[in-house]
């Protein structure tokens, strides 16, 4: 945490512990301003201090009073017609359409801003200043409060859904601003609601239908409509019995505690600091947890605190010596801490579920799904306080109705497996969803209200401020890598994509989502393949390709890329993921345009002397064309700077220029290397890295532009995925620094029409426990970012039939995504895995690390599966996944044409 805001010196930690903590939030405020803008970060602290904080504390004490005191309505009454104020909130997702189809004068936040609080201001005044004002009257005066907060919500809440999106690595940190803003607010507005008590007083219809049906489509999907379910049950199961509570306490009557006007506010003054401590705690130790975790703690807690009322209305504070001033005091402080941390993960939660281009209006639904839940819990409340006849007078089944709300609490922990397990920074919603919008045909203008716009985040501050932050997450940065210099090679350190993360899923969901992806990728390179055959094929082999009928993009799936490294460009570091099917090196570089997260500053091409754009009439920039990677120069002549775009198959794209700078690689400075210079990136799920390194066989790669340094050679040891493992990436054709086991043997690379960027080998049998499995040859793909073998069914089928035979003696299992040959291993002591070997031309064999051969899907070896999945067609390419790939070097030797494999354990050399 100190890191993450500015370097902080350790004396100043020890000596002023009191000076840190006053300006530990000023540091975080701060970096938020830097991240989010100044203007966004005032907008929230203003909306929620004063109208969810100040007026909202200040509108239920005065509210209470007034049903209670004014119009003297029975408490059941009061609790039945707070149903009616809750309906403004019910209604949130028609004041989510409206302001994202409504556009007034081109504003879709502004005005709606503007009428709220004309709304709510006019209806206050009218029952703090009216005497004898009906009750029908008051009701609608209190909706139309009510309407004016909830309006003002779904603004602020738009803005701020909208940002999670971008920045989802942020989400946290602005529920924690919105949370102590309202805190804050309510601590001002409780302090002083004593005091004042007495002084209460037709294109537009195709886009809502868009907008409504995106908002459909998205909660159809399980992982949206699962916790938005638990959400609901979690208010609605917590029935509210506050009004007979307040009605009871403030009762002069003996032996009822008989609170004053004074001592209620104050009371709730102090609830309000301890709602501040409870957003402390949670943005301080509770934001990194799983979502599943926190919410059943939290629930759990919150069921167990509600002890606490049933102790004071049963008195049996009293009989315990406690005072009821002190009991009550401690009773709130409890509750609302518990509540804060019950409630600040489902509002991350509620974030993370909004589609873009239509978020106001889903975080509206959400909200509306949770007003519709408080309702329910109201309505039940004044069911429950008039069953058991609960009156002004009257409590003496009250304790029944918290007794009842307590079991009631308990119960939602039922309900907590439709909580995904989750991190609370990761991304939930389909990328599907997150990279088109349901209403795609909405104007996409970007209004100029400065409450949304942001200012670039990475723009360095006059005062050094952003440089000294800039400083601090280097050093908390646990992506950069280490690399050196070795008998003429350089090594990069490889580490596992996930390494950063600590597990939040059970092993079925991990498993389910790395397979999923695999598969998206497996087909994604399918297309790539097809579409490079279409293009440079003979007629022949293109009349085959185009029998996939696949339409032409360039670009894999990127969510299984796992491993990174860090490299050195310009003058900084960028860590990157390392992908063998790529073929152009790009990072994001400033200022930026849209950037998804990452530890590492931007590219500051402006701080770089060595930087220079890359013209139109360059060899560099027809090579872009040559790789099926989209180029624009325009008709304005051949020194314009050439830019690229790339599109990947999970809808993520970067575009920019492409660029020249130094590359440094440990001891080795490559001058003018060829990369994109990214200013518009979006949806790759990069997990705060830089970008990615393209070491693919074509021109503009890694690997082709240090031919004169490396020889267009290298080499990976790719590590397992835990957290203390490395590997290495080797660049140069030095074998001296490898640690192989076995004698390094070398296939020779297949030609192909499809060739790419791609690493072709002839695979001419596979041998299983030593029998050999009979297939026709055929081609395959050596790639890093695939996980699992795919074999074209021709050969799986034989894979297949082998390995059921071998391993008869284990019962087979029900399939598990696309792993169909699965087995139940449990019971045996010891498991014999048959031996796995890759034979390609000339006789080549590569054996499979054992560790390699079968796949756990489930943790108590029940659903054990055979690590390769088939293809959809014999007109597919195999592909040899980096799960086979274990404990092995694998050297890619572009020169001399030949891909060779030695048995290594993985480390950093």
């Not at 209200?449 to 400083?471: C, E, F, I, M, Y």
Request: charge should be negative.
């Amino acid at each position: 945490m100190l890191e993450e805001y500015g370097a902080v010196d350790a004396d100043e930690l020890v000596g002023g512990g009191l000076l840190w903590v006053v300006l530990e939030p000023v540091r975080w405020l701060r970096m938020l301003c830097r991240e989010l803008g100044t203007t966004f970060v005032a907008g929230v602290v203003l909306v929620y201090g004063l109208s969810q904080g100040f007026a909202s504390s200040f509108y239920r004490v005065a509210s209470d009073y007034y049903w209670k005191d004014v119009q003297q309505l029975q408490p059941a009454t009061v609790q039945f017609l707070s149903v009616f104020f809750f309906i403004p909130w019910v209604l949130k997702p028609l004041w989510g359409v409206m302001t994202d189809v409504f556009p007034v004068r081109g504003y879709r936040r502004r005005p709606y801003f503007l009428f709220s609080g004309i709304l709510g201001t006019t209806s206050t005044a009218v029952v703090a200043m009216v005497t004898g004002l009906p009750v029908t009257s008051a009701v609608l005066c209190f909706v139309g409060i009510s309407t004016g907060v909830a309006i003002a919500d779904v603004t602020i809440d738009a803005c701020i859904a909208k940002n999670s999106i971008d920045k989802p690595a942020l989400a946290p940190d602005m529920q924690s601003l919105c949370a102590f803003s309202s805190s804050l607010g309510a601590l001002v507005g409780y302090a002083t609601s004593g005091m004042f008590i007495h002084h209460l007083g037709a294109q537009v219809l195709n886009k809502v239908s868009m907008a409504v049906k995106g908002m459909l489509q998205t909660i159809k999907y399980p992982v949206v409509w699962k916790p938005s379910l638990y959400m609901f049950l979690s208010l609605a199961l917590s029935i509210s019995t506050h009004e007979g509570q307040f009605y009871w306490y403030t009762n002069k009557t003996a032996p009822n505690p008989g609170f004053s006007q004074e001592f209620v506010g104050l009371v709730h003054a102090v609830g309000a600091v301890a709602s501040m401590v409870g957003v402390l705690i949670y943005h301080k130790y509770l934001k990194n947890y799983p979502f599943r975790s926190i919410l059943f703690y939290a629930q759990l807690l919150y069921g167990v605190s509600g002890l606490l009322d049933l102790t004071f209305v049963l008195r049996w504070n009293l009989a315990l010596g406690v005072p009821d001033a002190v009991f009550v005091t401690l009773e709130e402080c409890v509750s609302r801490v518990v509540s804060r941390v019950r409630l600040m993960p489902m509002m991350v939660l509620s974030t993370k579920l909004c589609p873009s281009g239509v978020e106001g209006t889903f975080f509206a639904l959400l909200m509306c799904i949770d007003s519709v839940g408080m309702l329910t819990s109201k309505a039940a409340g004044a069911a429950v306080l008039r069953a058991l006849h609960v009156t002004r007078t009257d409590f003496g089944s009250l304790w029944l109705a918290v007794l009842l709300r307590n079991m009631l609490r308990l119960a939602t922990l039922a309900f907590i497996f439709l909580v995904p397990t989750a991190d609370q920074t990761d991304v939930l919603v389909p990328r599907e969803l997150l990279d088109s919008s349901p209403v795609a045909m909405v104007d996409e203008e970007e209004e100029r209200l400065q409450l949304v716009k942001l200012a670039s985040p990475h723009t360095d501050d006059d005062d050094g401020v952003s440089r000294r932050s800039r400083r601090a997450l280097q050093q908390k940065n646990r992506h950069h890598l280490r690399s050196k210099a070795v008998s003429g090679a350089t090594v990069l350190e490889l580490k596992h994509h996930s390494f950063s993360s600590a597990p939040s899923k059970s092993r079925a969901e991990e498993v389910d989502g790395i397979l999923s992806s695999d598969a998206a990728r497996v087909s994604s390179l399918q297309r790539r393949i097809d579409n490079y055959r279409l293009i440079r094929s003979s007629p022949e082999e293109a009349a085959i390709a185009s029998k996939a009928q696949v339409p032409v993009t360039s670009g894999a799936k990127l969510r299984t890329l796992n491993y990174v490294a860090t490299i050195g460009l310009g003058g900084g570091e960028a860590t990157v993921i390392v992908d063998t099917a790529s073929e152009l090196t790009w990072v994001q570089c400033s200022p930026c345009d849209s950037c998804h997260f990452q530890e590492d500053p931007l590219f500051d091409p402006s701080s770089s002397p060595s930087y220079a754009a890359v013209p139109c009439n360059s060899p560099s920039c027809d090579a872009l064309l040559q790789q099926a990677t989209g180029t624009s120069c325009g008709g304005g002549g051949d020194q314009l700077p050439c830019s690229y775009a790339l599109s990947y198959r999970d809808g993520s794209y970067s575009r920019g220029a492409l660029a020249r700078d130094t590359l440094r690689l440990a001891g080795e400075a490559v001058d003018g290397f060829v990369f994109g210079c990214g200013t518009s990136n979006q949806g790759a799920p990069f997990g705060g890295t830089s970008g990615l390194m393209g070491l693919g066989r074509s021109q503009l790669s890694l690997v082709s532009q240090t031919m004169p340094q490396f020889g267009g050679v290298f080499s990976y040891c790719l590590p397992p995925k835990d957290a203390a493992s490395s590997g290495s990436l080797v660049l140069g054709d030095d074998a001296s620094v490898y640690r192989n086991s076995t004698p390094i043997v070398y296939a020779s690379m297949a030609s192909d029409p499809a060739q790419g960027p791609f690493y072709f080998l002839n695979l001419t049998g596979i041998t299983i426990g030593g029998q050999e499995v009979e297939f026709a040859a055929g081609k395959v793909i050596v790639d890093s970012g695939t996980v699992i073998t795919s074999l074209v069914p021709s050969v799986y089928d034989a894979v297949k039939a082998e390995f059921v035979d071998q391993l008869a003696e284990y019962p087979p299992a029900p399939g598990f995504s696309i792993l169909d040959t699965c087995f139940n291993m449990t019971g045996f002591s010891e498991v014999q895995v048959p031996s796995l070997k890759l034979v390609f031309d000339a006789g080549v064999e590569v054996e499979v690390d054992s560790s390699g051969v079968l796949y756990s899907v489930s943790s108590d070896s029940s659903q054990v599966c055979l690590a390769m999945a088939a293809l959809k067609s014999d007109y597919d390419t195999s592909i040899i996944g980096n799960y086979q790939q274990k404990n092995l070097r694998v050297i890619f030797d572009t020169s001399g044409s030949q891909v060779g494999f030695a048995q290594e354990t993985c480390d950093y050399i």
